[in-house]
């Protein structure tokens, strides 16, 4: 029997070594294009940031040993141009230019994936890179070495691309991340990947969400990046990781069946259409085992797991089945761990299928041994089954061996149930004794059975505390920190004696810090009469970071330094240790620690809560204590704080009072639309914050003039049938005249050279207001993110209240 095998790496150059460990006389021959067989792709990231310091360890075999080793015919820098499936012969071309022809009893494809390279101007001047082989590591790490690079670009928020930022950013390089979606990692959902996005710009990666880059100019001290936003990033290297496509030219050129995601059509068997051919890895298409769609994995375990099934069912010994990947992935992104395994809610949601989510904040072990780090684990389940489609986990410590779990549950189409009567190994030092997939598993359960109404964090941000009421159930130390506007205080363990104090007319939503007290207090108001209770999922660690604004305006990017200080950091300063505790633990006893010392001395916090970062920037805000530093260092924030001369019981609360401004337009009168960012432009000339929220018809002042093509139901083809196409279609709320009115309104305005509304418009950007239109409102007209300006952020009546919570005026208009 004679093989011929087309590419090496997992897919193929496992395929070659099974093949002869199944048959000793058979004749193997593996054809790869470029130079290397055997290699760790996932591993050149780190070559090129110089954790891995030896280029030889990316090498599990060199062709001349995987040749001797498994006795097969190795052929690198030979390239398969055609197949002839009519003659059973494959046509190649060597190094040196000659074509020859090569016969096969059985072909196994392996050709693997290429990079996305965008037709934008620029993208092949000197800097700009791909990285998908070893050739491409080489020629990035040669540039690197042999110039002075001081800000690179990376286009492209994906594994790859996050990891590479990691790399260079340890190389000593400013990096900026350009992202088109609204996300980095877009397998993960939005929720998780704030925490991600938070966690990148406390490493100081400029990251631009929602932009695309438009060109990149070669000019005389680098490249310059132009992004649809109008912004110019400058760099001295740029890498282009924006995705790849299977590389199915030859099985397409051969008339083999190519699917409608491009790659290769293979059956169960991982035959394709001719059943002489198979083909396996990041090259071919094979239904998701949940939605039975077809979906393209690019990852080295399944293209591993499908290389061995080939090689047993070309070798006849028996044809086993291929059961489809589910998509289990983890990256490392600076100090953090992200994972996801199955469904994103996001898919599920997409594809119509019903579901639930769950999301708890346990920490990765014992929290009373060193170095409890807190875990995020988000689980996606049906809603009365409870089989489970996904899991997503971020965190410091402990997140493989949790999603590897879950993922051997969803691969066999197991529920939540499972999650609860999984066996984990514990002991502190590795686990809790509730271990978190145990839990996820629990406070799914809750949900299932309606002992718990889950309160997600997009309804919390749309609650209006006047038709709702908002209750915090953690210490009131946490809650006068900071808390969700509109919510009144009640701590759990008070909350007995104090029922008459809520409402019982409407519904009660509750939050504490990651759930568990909430559930708590949820069971209490409910075994007490209160009928329409909520508790938030995840709480506020969660919802305070998954509305953070990460993604309107990208920091600028910063080389890595050991402390980012605003002042001398003492070397007395006194350490306090908050490892391991859960919100609201560490401000807690940062508060409490505070009180013990003499103004002027300062307090070094360490923690490993991810949030206590911003909380202590917000406490030193409120109570007006100075923040010396803060910092991270393997998944530690520490944070110094010099105390000020207090006024009163060692509190110095900062009088300061706030100056923003918020307008709400309701309308989209033309004149009133001009009197709104009149006063805007006005009030941002002093250099005071100002907001506008556009609510309902006044919408239609920041749409785009041509938003192209926007999909809509029938209710949003209707309204948008009856509502102005943009800004230039506004009417006049008096004088209208047909449309005459406006008409001559902007006829006046030019000749006395007065600003059109769509200047004052941009000039109200560029003067830093913050454009934030409605959540709600946008629905019920049926209005897409995609018709209104870029710059636009999307919000809802929390967001507006609590900007309005730090002006001193605000209009209605």
């Known amino acids: 029997m004679k093989y011929i095998i087309v590419g090496g790496v997992a897919g193929g ?23 290397h067989i055997s290699y760790a792709n996932c591993g050149l990231p780190y070559y090129i940031g110089g954790v891995i310091e030896e280029r030889e360890k990316l090498f599990v075999q060199t062709p001349e040993s995987f040749g001797g080793l498994f006795d097969v015919d190795v052929r690198v820098q030979n390239e398969v141009l055609s197949i002839d499936r009519s003659r059973k012969e494959v046509r190649v071309r060597d190094a040196g230019g000659r074509e020859y022809s090569e016969a096969y009893d059985k072909l196994l494809l392996s050709p693997g994936a290429f990079p996305i390279i965008p037709p934008l101007p620029g993208v092949d001047a000197q800097g700009v890179f791909t990285m998908r082989n070893v050739e491409d590591t080489d020629a990035i790490k040669e540039y690197i070495d042999r110039n002075t690079i001081k800000h690179a670009v990376v286009v492209g928020g994906g594994f790859i691309g996050l990891e590479m930022a990691e790399n260079l950013h340890h190389r000593g390089i400013a990096v900026s991340v350009v992202e088109f979606a609204p996300q980095v990692m877009t397998p993960v959902d939005f929720s998780l990947a704030q925490i991600v996005h938070a966690h990148l710009q406390q490493k100081g990666i400029g990251l631009y969400l929602k932009k695309a880059v438009k060109g990149i100019q070669q000019e005389r001290q680098g490249l310059s990046v132009s992004l649809d936003s109008g912004e110019q990033i400058v760099a001295d290297l740029v890498l282009m990781s924006v995705g790849v496509r299977p590389n199915s030219a030859l099985a397409a050129n051969a008339d083999l069946a190519v699917g409608a995601t491009r790659g290769i059509k293979v059956n169960e068997y991982l035959q394709t259409s001719d059943p002489s051919i198979y083909a396996v ?38 044809m086993r089945p291929y059961e489809g990947a589910i998509g289990t992935a983890i990256a490392k992104v600076f100090d953090l761990t992200v994972a996801s395994t199955g469904l994103a809610a996001k898919t599920v949601k997409r594809d119509g299928l019903p579901y639930r989510t769950a999301t708890v904040q346990p920490n990765s072990h014992a929290g009373y041994y060193p170095d409890a780090f807190p875990l995020t684990l988000k689980i996606v389940f049906h809603p009365v089954t409870g089989q489970l489609y996904g899991a997503q ?43 978190p997939v145990a839990l996820a598993g629990y406070v799914a359960e809750n949900i299932i059975n309606g002992r718990m109404n889950p309160l997600y964090w997009r309804e919390m ?3 209006d505390p006047s038709q709702v009421t908002l209750l915090d159930v953690r210490p009131e130390d946490a809650y006068e920190v900071e808390h969700i506007r509109g919510a009144m205080n009640i701590p759990l363990e008070e909350i007995r004696q104090r029922l008459d104090e809520i409402p019982r007319d409407k519904p009660v939503y509750i939050y504490c810090a990651v759930g568990q007290r909430g559930y708590l207090s949820s069971n209490i108001l409910r075994q007490n009469g209160f009928e329409d209770v909520r508790n938030l999922i995840g709480g506020y660690r969660l919802y305070s970071v998954v509305t953070g604004d990460y993604c309107t305006k990208a920091k600028e990017a910063v080389a890595p330094t050991a402390r980012k200080s605003v002042a001398k950091v003492s070397d007395a300063a006194i350490e306090v240790d908050a490892c391991g505790m859960s919100c609201p633990g560490p401000i807690l006893k940062l508060k409490h620690s505070i009180d013990e010392v003499a103004a002027g001395e300062q307090l070094r916090i360490l923690a490993t809560d991810p949030g206590f970062a911003r909380d202590a920037e917000a406490w030193c805000e409120t109570t007006g204590h100075k ?9 530690k924030y520490i944070v110094t704080i010099e105390k000020t001369a207090c006024k009163e019981e060692g509190t110095c609360v900062n009088e300061t009072p706030s100056k923003g401004k918020t307008f709400i337009l309701f309308s989209d009168d033309l004149d009133k639309a001009l009197a709104t960012f009149v006063l805007a432009n006005g009030a941002a000339a002093t250099g005071e914050k100002v907001t506008i929220f556009f609510t309902f018809w006044g919408l239609n002042a920041i749409k785009k003039e041509n938003p192209g093509s926007v999909r809509k139901d029938i209710w949003g083809k209707m ?10 279609g506004l009417g006049l709320s008096k004088m209208n005249m047909l449309g005459m009115g406006p008409k001559m309104m902007r006829k006046v305005m030019e000749v006395r050279q007065v600003d059109s509304l769509e200047s004052m418009r941009a000039q109200a950007l560029e003067n830093g207001v913050e454009f934030i239109a409605c959540q709600m409102s946008m629905d019920v007209m049926g209005i897409g993110r995609e018709e209104l300006l870029d710059e636009v952020t999307i919000g809802g009546v929390a967001t507006y209240m609590n900007r309005a919570d730090h002006a001193n005026v605000n209009l209605f208009i």
């Open 281 to 318: 890895g990041d090259a071919i298409e094979y239904p998701h085992p949940f939605t039975a769609t077809p979906w393209l994995n690019y990852l080295a375990g399944p293209a591993n797991r499908q290389a061995r099934l080939a090689a047993d069912n070309m070798h006849g010994v028996q």
């Open 461 to 463: 941000m749309e609650a």
């Open 627 to 635: 923040l010396i530093a803060q910092e991270s260092q393997g998944g």
């Open 13 to 35: 150059a496992t395929a070659a070594a099974r093949l002869r460990r199944l048959d000793e006389k058979a004749e193997i021959i593996l054809f790869e294009k470029g130079r």
């Open 393 to 435: 986990c971020v965190g410091i410590a402990g997140v493989d061996k949790r999603i590897d779990s879950i993922a051997q549950i969803i691969k066999h189409k197991g529920t939540i149930f499972d999650l609860m009567e999984t066996e984990q190994a514990y002991a502190p030092p590795f686990s809790s004794a509730k271990d």
């Open 719 to 728: 309204f948008g049938m009856m509502l102005p196409k943009s800004s230039k």
